[in-house]
């Protein structure tokens, strides 16, 4: 198969990358470097027996369609977004540049290229809003509500995924991901709260709980993330399947495990809530055990354990 990952230099597109070539298959990464690494591709770059092409590019621009064209990917796996819901709420017209009109760049490339399919990397918790305590952990039926303009802009992108496949016969699955986590995801700036959380215990500095950290998120691990993309190439077409375990982990519990995994016996410094802060997610994973055969299998104590044995690996 040869395969094209947008935001391939990224935490989980270079997962995904490395798991692609691992299998033989044939790799195009297409990323603009804003948040990926080139780094996170190391091990890609420097393998001679690996067929794989690295461009940067930035999904806005019109020669992205040209460049997918022209490589004529089997699956394009699109994971490059502008994934920050704060600067989405600051910046809408650049969130919908990148993610709406990114998004319609790389489906008329797919169709240009007459790539089989088009997997996308949807968002689990801002796709669906604010939900009900009954309805956790939510369904793939549960109407999508978003509450920011980054997942406005996700939910535009599923439904022109829809009419291109409809239009076009351009296939597609769209994974609404919960909070994934893993090595290699960047603990500065906007990032998951697993990688600050192990930055900053590695570095004998205190851990910050915004709020009361009673709000819980379903963290999967970027393997078990990984392996639901691998899947969706020849599974799941037409669908929205949602990637998390269906269990929900409160930010202090998370603390408690990773201090405890980092031999740290201090508790965090707490702060005001943030406003806007989804207070309770967890996503049902039922659909993709039927129609992928997806199970997560990563404990978190077993993953936030590789996380920090991670970390310390990238200190000097």
């Not at 290229?113 to 009900?132: I, N, P, Q, R």
Request: a negative charge; glycine letters at 10%.
């Amino acid at each position: 198969m040869r395969a094209l990952v947008t935001g391939g230099a990224g935490f989980i597109g270079s997962t995904l990358v490395d798991r692609l070539l691992a299998e033989g298959h044939a790799v195009d990464v297409v990323d603009d470097l804003s948040t990926g690494s080139l780094g996170n591709l190391a091990e890609a770059r420097s393998d001679p027996s690996a067929d794989f092409t690295f461009h940067r590019l930035d999904i806005r621009a019109d020669s992205v369609v040209d460049l997918i064209e022209r490589r004529r990917p089997q699956v394009v796996f699109h994971l490059a977004a502008q994934a920050d819901v704060r600067v989405s709420v600051d910046r809408p017209v650049f969130d919908a540049e990148v993610n709406i009109l990114g998004t319609l760049h790389v489906l008329e490339g797919a169709r240009r290229a007459g790539a089989h399919k088009v997997v996308f990397a949807a968002s689990g918790g801002t796709l669906y809003g604010e939900v009900d305590a009954s309805d956790l952990p939510v369904r793939e039926s549960h109407p999508y509500v978003p509450l920011s303009p980054y997942g406005v802009s996700k939910k535009a992108a599923i439904d022109y995924l829809t009419a291109y496949r409809e239009l076009h016969e351009v296939e597609f699955t769209a994974l609404a991901l919960a909070n994934v986590y893993g090595p290699r995801q960047d603990p500065h700036g906007e990032a998951g709260v697993v990688a600050i959380f192990a930055g900053r215990l590695l570095a004998g500095e205190r851990c910050t709980v915004f709020g009361d950290g009673s709000q819980t998120r379903d963290f999967v691990y970027v393997d078990d993330v990984v392996d639901a993309f691998a899947r969706s190439a020849e599974r799941g077409g037409g669908l929205v399947i949602n990637v998390g375990t269906g269990t929900e982990t409160s930010v202090n519990q998370l603390y408690g495990t990773m201090a405890a995994a980092a031999g740290v016996d201090e508790p965090p410094v707490h702060a005001p809530a943030r406003p806007g802060e989804l207070m309770r997610s967890a996503l049902d994973p039922g659909r993709a055990s039927i129609h992928l055969g997806w199970k997560p299998w990563t404990t978190l104590e077993e993953g936030c354990d590789a996380v920090l044995r991670w970390f310390e690996a990238q200190q000097p």
